[in-house]
């Protein structure tokens, strides 16, 4: 198979070096900086540069664009993919990916796909990409209505040939609901932690739990901003459910209610252990 | 040495293996549940089982109990430990601790130094003590006016020879505010996050990030609840202050304001950059 890959990142840069690493598809990259292109080939992640033109040769397309350009890149090249070939997204919101994108790609006889490779780091850029940043990770995809099922099918054997440890399917809502949870409100409450005006007398007293609550602070603003808005919706419901137990927090200690503090306590605890059994 | 070590639990008993894993001292075990102290015996993490009456031929005495438990426990033996002697309690809160005991200790001529050696696991028990908990942790020691300098000097001698990384200084009230950010918010944090009515559907869903925050809602909430109303002053503070930086992000989300959205998150990012550097 012939794969290209839009945008040798993080992501994109581990997919290509995935697939190299597990399969004998060919990987043509592009991306618009020359210095990625270089990079891409010396480190043997990719076969070859091509030219959007050339996508009309692929049987399958990454995008692997920040969310705002991959809606633009798709829009923009929806003529240059071959039909009857799949295009895939890795955007971390997928209502707005799908329903910007979808219609155009099936006008053209392209079969469209949303898709969420989890996993990420703290760093951005093709420097920063792993051959096995996908070992133990989740593929999700996000088919609809309109979704051929044979695309669904051959992403997913796709998926689990470059190393995906599991493919899940879900609905864009269902997908931009559970993401707010576990990936975006995390991010929100690392970059909130880190701005305590005591985080500059800490040295020496920084245990594990720090380092966790704070680790995704370090996160390209360009991107996330982008991510939270196209997800404000649930992301909000999670804030205020966040906000919510806190502040039922702050009450009990401030007043000394040891009583409803320590059923609070339990409650977390036995659901972060029925958690770990799901 | 003799060393008296009292109460076997997580902390208790890795001290315990750490002292046999790095010196020829004695160890000397105190523990109410007598499984612990077959425990503790059977795997060689004490030499030999004391009664209270024995702690007078101890030149160390821990006390690696609750709080409320170690000062009761101090205060009840406080003529039973070895005159010219050193006791340490290893408590998450200092000043409630130091200022109920110092004055009593001091009075029998035992030198008291409050201590808080820089590690935990999510789970507690001599079950789950380790000779290596220790190792690249802190040992924060907070002395008073009143502290024998010597007291600090042996203790911290001996943290470095069981396998601390660094010993640290600091008061008790310092002690208690940067503690309230680096371990106490953590877990209120992580228990506020573990109540998402989300939770039940992430199946697939999860990355390390979420895993990330919610590590340590699995949590003790006797110790804690405790721990938190010792703190109160300074837990309260900063559970306003990431509330407050939380509500400014969720007005941004809910409003669109992309501008102030992206400056604050590379805010956070900044921080948690110069963060890494101290």
């Not at 190299?20 to 020359?34: L, P």
């Not at 051959?131 to 997913?156: C, G, Q, R, W, Y």
């Amino acid at each position: 198979m012939k794969i290209a890959i839009i945008g040798l990142g993080l992501i994109g840069g581990s997919l290509a070096k995935a697939i190299k690493k597990n399969t004998d598809d060919m990987v043509c990259g592009i991306d618009i900086s020359s210095t990625t292109r270089a990079a891409a080939l010396a480190e043997e992640a990719v076969d070859t540069i091509i030219e959007p033109a050339q996508l009309c040769t692929c049987d399958i397309s990454i995008v692997a664009l920040h969310p705002n350009e991959t809606i633009e890149y798709i829009l923009e090249h929806k003529n240059d993919f071959k039909p009857g070939s799949i295009v895939i997204d890795c955007c971390g919101v997928k209502q707005a990916i799908v329903e910007a994108v979808e219609t155009a790609l099936d006008e053209c006889g392209v079969r469209f796909l949303g898709c969420h490779p989890m996993a990420g780091r703290e760093f951005s850029g093709f420097a920063y990409s792993l051959d096995n940043l996908f070992e133990k990770a989740s593929f999700i995809m996000t088919p609809t209505d309109n979704t051929k099922m044979s695309a669904v099918k051959e992403i997913s054997s796709f998926a689990y040939k470059i190393g995906f440890a599991k493919c899940v399917v879900s609905s864009p809502t269902e997908h931009d609901e559970i993401i707010a949870l576990t990936s975006q409100l995390a991010h929100v409450v690392s970059s909130s932690y880190i701005k305590s005006p005591t985080v500059e007398k800490k040295s020496g007293f920084s245990a594990g739990s720090f380092k966790d609550m704070t680790r995704v602070a370090y996160l390209n603003a360009d991107m996330w901003t982008t991510l939270f808005l196209m997800n404000s919706r649930a992301l909000t419901a999670e804030l205020d459910c966040i906000i919510k137990n806190l502040s039922d927090y702050r009450r009990c200690i401030a007043e000394g209610d040891a009583e409803t503090l320590h059923r609070l306590l339990e409650e977390g605890a036995e659901l972060k252990e029925k958690s770990n059994r799901t």
